[in-house]
């Protein structure tokens, strides 16, 4: 059902997809900017059914409950746990619970943006890279071009751990897709490596 409804989504919207950069590892972290639309999702969730990539999002675990809990795993959400594991342990942060969650998965793309808002941010939120690097996973970078309604996943990078160099490389490929959002004034990239 929601391969005839995604191809029904594409069609009507009149959207194509090249994401074959991803089809051929088991494991990713994908960023997507600029993300400006709740139709990013739509349109992302319609391309990844049908080109069977297991993209998912995180949710915290505490919002799978019935019957929302089926809800979210349709989207392809995942639940995320940062509750300690022993009487005298801390809560683990978000980047080690979604780095825990990728190591558990045999197949698992996932999907974050760096704005982490749909608004203008002038800084992008970096856990993405750490989440990455601890994983040992790459980063793939995609966009949503609304100009010419394609959606791509085209450059893996391979996290050195020199965060400065990799997201200089990250902004540059950025640099020029910034704009084809569907709000194009909602983003920019990242001031401290652009």
């Known amino acids: 059902m929601l391969v005839v409804i995604s191809r029904l989504v594409l069609m009507a919207k009149g959207w194509t997809y090249n994401v074959d950069s991803v089809k051929s590892i088991d494991k990713c972290v994908l960023i997507v900017a600029p993300h400006t639309s709740a139709w990013d999702m739509v349109l992302g969730k319609s391309i990844f059914t049908l080109s069977n990539i297991p993209a998912k999002i995180a949710v915290k675990k505490e919002a799978f409950f019935w019957p929302l809990n089926w809800f979210l795993r349709y989207l392809g959400a995942i639940p995320i746990d940062r509750t300690p594991k022993g009487a005298n342990s801390q809560r683990i942060s978000l980047v080690d619970a979604m780095a825990n969650s990728i190591k558990k998965e045999k197949r698992i793309c996932m999907v974050i943006t760096p704005e982490g808002s749909r608004g203008k941010r002038k800084q992008w939120k970096t856990g993405f890279y750490h989440i990455a690097v601890k994983a040992n996973v790459p980063i793939a970078l995609g966009y949503l071009d609304f100009d010419v309604k394609e959606g791509i996943i085209d450059k893996l990078i391979y996290p050195s751990g020199d965060m400065d160099k990799d997201m200089r490389e990250i902004m540059a490929y950025y640099k020029d897709k910034i704009h084809l ?12 490596w652009s």
Do not use: A, M, S
């Open 181 to 192: 959002g569907k709000y194009p004034n909602r983003c920019v990239t990242d001031e401290r």
